[in-house]
C-alpha cells in the first residue's frame, strides 16, 4: 500500500524555518535554558585544566602548599557542583519548552484538520492523520529537547576545548584541526542516507496506522466477513515492511556513529601521542600537558558522537516537520463564506440553478442539475444507487466546492452566508448518525449553550425520543459511549433527529435511514419525520418510495441528471423511471408482507 494521497510538500530548510519560528514566544526562557548550558559546559572545560595545574604544579614537583591547594580542590568541587546544577536546570528548562512548542504543534495541527475539506478526508487515511498529528509532532519535540540543546552544548564544548587545547600546544593544536574537514563530510554523507532511510520508516509507520484505524473501525464487518485473516496478513505484511525500514537505519546508525567517530578518535590519538613521543627526544615533556591533552582528546570526541547521534534524530524531526507543515500547508479547506453581504435564512427558499460537479475535476457526477424547493415545500430525491442524490445534499450543506451554476437559499448564494447561520438553519438528519461520547443532553445540546434543558427535552418529545430516553436509567444524563455503541440504530436515529429539532432550522436536508428497525421504531420515525417536515423547507433522500408519496415535488436522477420530477401521481403517470422503481419497491413489499404472513402462520399453526 503505498500513500496514495498527496499533500503540500515543504523543503528541508523551509521546514526548520518555521521550526525555529515556533520557539519566538519562548525567546527569554530559551535565552535563560542557553546561559545555563554554557555556563555548565564551560565548567565541564575547566576540569582538565585545574587538573593539569594539579598534575604539573603539585603532583610532579611534589609540593604540596596547603593554601594554593585547597582553594584548587574547593575549586574544582565548586566547578563540578555547578555544572551538576546547570545542567540539571538546562535540562527541565529544554523539556519544558520543548512540550510547550509540542502542545502548540498539536493544537494549530488539531485545529487546522477540523477546517479542512471533505475532499481532504476523501484522499487521506484517518491513521495517517492520526500519525501526523502523534507520532510526528512527538519525533519534532526531539529536536527542541536534544538535538538543539546537544548543538549548542556540544558546539561550545568543543570551542571550550580548543582554547584548552591552544594554551596547552598550539602546533600539536593545529595538527588536530586537520580532522574537521573528515568529519564534515562523515555528516553529511550520514545525512544523505539517513534522510532517505527516515523518510521510509515513517512512511511505513503512517500505513501501519492506518491500516490499524481502519481494522479497527470496521470490526463488526471484518468480524461477520471473517476478514480476520486477511487483515492480520496485510498488517503483518505493512509490519514487515516497517521492520525493514527500521533494520536499515540501524545498520546504517551502527555503522557510521560509533564506529567511524571511534576511528577517527584513534587516528587523533595515535598523531597525538607520536607528536608526544618525538618530542619527548628533544625536550622534557610535562605529564599534565599530555595528560591534558588526551583528556580534552577523549572529551573533544564525545560531543563530536553526540552530534552524530542528533544529527539522526535532526533529520527525524527535520522528515516529521515536512510532513506536519505539509498538513498544515493543505489547501483542500472546507467551503467558507465568500463576499461581503450577510445574509440570512428567514423563508428556507432553496434554487439549483444548472448546477454540475465532479469531485475529481474529471468525470461530471452531477449534470445541469435545477430545482426549486419554495419554503415548507418537501422535495424528494430518488434515483438508483450512485445517481447522484447524495452529491447534491453535500453540495447544499457546503461540503464541496460547487463547480458549476449556483445554489441559493431566500435568493442569496450559498456562499455568502456565514457558517453558524447555515449550520443553525439548515438542519442535516443522516443515515448514519454521529453520537458523541457525552451524554444524551449534551449529543442533543451540541455545546449550544443557549439550549436550556427545558429545550433539550422538547426536542426529545418532539421526535418523541422521550420514550425510550425515560426508559434509561440515567434518562437524559444517560452516557453514551463512543459513536452510541451502547444504543440502537432507530434510538440513534430518534436522538439525531432531537439534536436537528434542538436548532429549529427553517430548511431541512433528510437522508432517509434504510437501516431496518423494529416496526415500532419505525413507526416513531416516520411519525417525527412527519412532524419535522411539517412548515420546514425539507430536501429529502428517499430510498423507500412509500415515504414521500406526500411530497410536493420528487425529482428523479439517473446518472447525474435528473430525468423526471412531478408529484408522485403525476410520476406514476409517466410510466417511465419512477413507475419502474415504484412497482418494483411494491414487489418487494408485497414479497416481505407476505413471507411474513406465511412465518406468522407457521409459528402459529
Ligand atoms: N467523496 C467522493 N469522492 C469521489 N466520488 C464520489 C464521492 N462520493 C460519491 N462519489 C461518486 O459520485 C457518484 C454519485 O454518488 P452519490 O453518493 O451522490 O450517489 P447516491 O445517489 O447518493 O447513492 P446512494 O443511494 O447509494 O447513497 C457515485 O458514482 C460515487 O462513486
Not at 594554551?167 to 586537520?178: E, F, N, P, Q, R
Request: proline share 3%.
Amino acid at each position: 500500500m503505498s500513500e496514495r494521497y498527496t499533500m503540500e510538500t515543504v523543503s528541508h530548510k523551509n521546514a526548520f524555518r518555521r521550526l525555529l519560528g515556533y520557539m519566538k514566544p519562548h525567546k527569554k526562557a530559551l535565552a535563560g535554558a542557553f546561559t545555563m548550558l554554557i555556563i555548565a559546559t564551560a565548567a565541564d572545560v575547566l576540569g582538565p585544566i585545574l587538573a593539569k595545574v594539579f598534575i604539573d604544579s603539585f603532583l610532579m614537583p611534589r609540593r604540596f602548599d596547603p593554601l594554593p591547594l585547597t582553594i584548587l580542590i574547593v575549586s574544582f568541587i565548586l566547578i563540578y557542583v555547578v555544572s551538576a546544577f546547570m545542567h540539571y536546570f538546562q535540562l527541565i528548562s529544554f523539556q519544558k519548552i520543548a512540550l510547550k512548542i509540542i502542545q502548540q504543534l498539536r493544537v494549530d495541527v488539531f485545529g487546522k484538520v477540523q477546517h479542512l475539506g471533505l475532499t481532504f478526508f476523501d484522499q487521506t487515511p484517518g491513521g495517517s492523520l492520526v500519525s501526523r498529528i502523534t507520532n510526528d509532532t512527538e519525533a519534532i519535540k526531539d529536536l527542541y529537547v536534544s538535538v538543539l540543546s546537544t548543538f549548542v552544548q556540544s558546539i561550545t564544548l568543543l570551542i571550550g576545548i580548543f582554547i584548552g587545547m591552544f594554551s596547552l600546544d598550539v602546533k600539536l593544536t593545529l595538527i588536530c584541526l586537520v580532522i574537521f574537514p573528515i568529519i564534515f563530510i562523515l555528516m553529511q554523507v550520514y545525512r544523505h542516507f539517513s534522510s532517505k532511510v527516515y523518510m521510509m520508516t515513517r512512511q511505513k509507520l503512517s500505513q501501519l496506522n492506518a491500516k490499524l484505524n481502519e481494522s479497527l473501525q470496521g470490526m463488526n464487518m471484518i468480524q461477520a466477513m471473517r476478514q480476520e485473516m486477511r487483515l492480520k496478513k496485510e498488517f503483518g505484511a505493512i509490519n514487515g515492511q516497517h521492520f525493514g525500514a527500521m533494520m536499515k537505519s540501524i545498520r546504517l546508525n551502527s555503522l557510521m556513529l560509533r564506529p567511524a567517530v571511534y576511528t577517527l578518535y584513534l587516528l587523533v590519538l595515535i598523531i597525538t601521542l607520536s607528536f608526544f613521543g618525538i618530542q619527548s627526544f628533544g625536550t622534557i615533556i610535562e605529564v599534565g600537558v599530555l595528560y591534558a591533552f588526551v583528556n580534552y582528546l577523549d572529551q573533544f570526541f564525545e560531543p563530536i558522537n553526540s552530534m552524530m547521534m542528533q544529527l539522526s534524530r535532526f533529520q527525524q524531526a527535520l522528515v516529521s516537520a515536512e510532513r506536519v507543515f505539509g498538513l498544515l500547508d493543505d489547501h483542500r479547506m472546507a467551503p467558507v463564506k465568500a463576499g461581503e453581504e450577510t445574509p440570512s435564512i428567514n423563508e428556507g427558499m432553496v434554487e439549483f440553478e444548472n448546477v454540475s460537479f465532479s469531485y475529481d475535476g474529471k468525470t461530471d457526477i452531477l449534470k445541469n442539475i435545477s430545482f426549486t424547493a419554495k419554503p415548507g415545500e418537501t422535495v424528494a430525491l430518488v434515483g438508483h444507487t450512485g445517481s447522484g442524490k447524495s452529491s447534491i445534499i453535500n453540495l447544499l450543506m457546503r461540503f464541496y466546492p460547487i463547480n458549476r451554476g449556483k445554489i441559493t437559499i431566500d435568493g442569496a448564494p450559498l456562499q455568502s452566508f456565514y457558517d453558524d447561520e447555515l449550520r443553525r438553519k439548515v438542519g442535516l438528519v443522516l443515515q448514519d448518525s454521529f453520537l458523541f461520547v457525552g451524554d444524551i443532553k449534551s449529543n442533543i445540546r451540541l455545546s449550544c449553550d443557549h439550549i436550556s434543558d427545558e429545550e433539550v427535552v422538547e426536542a426529545a418529545e418532539f421526535v418523541q425520543a422521550d420514550t425510550f430516553i425515560e426508559k434509561l436509567p440515567g434518562k437524559y444524563d444517560e452516557p453514551i459511549g463512543e459513536r452510541g455503541a451502547t444504543l440502537s440504530s432507530g434510538q440513534r436515529q430518534l436522538l439525531s433527529f432531537a439534536r436537528t429539532m434542538a436548532l429549529n432550522p427553517k430548511i431541512l436536508v433528510l437522508d432517509e435511514a434504510t437501516a431496518s428497525v423494529d416496526t415500532e421504531t419505525e413507526e416513531a420515525i416516520q411519525e417525527a419525520l412527519k412532524k419535522m417536515r411539517k412548515g420546514r423547507t425539507t430536501i429529502a433522500i428517499a430510498h423507500r418510495l412509500s415515504t414521500i408519496q406526500d411530497a410536493d415535488q420528487i425529482l428523479v436522477l439517473h446518472k447525474g441528471e435528473i430525468v423526471e420530477r412531478g408529484t408522485h401521481q403525476e410520476l406514476l403517470g409517466l410510466k417511465g423511471l419512477y413507475h419502474k422503481m415504484y412497482m418494483l419497491q411494491k414487489g418487494d413489499d408485497l414479497n416481505k408482507n407476505l413471507r411474513c404472513l406465511a412465518t406468522r402462520s407457521g409459528e402459529s399453526s
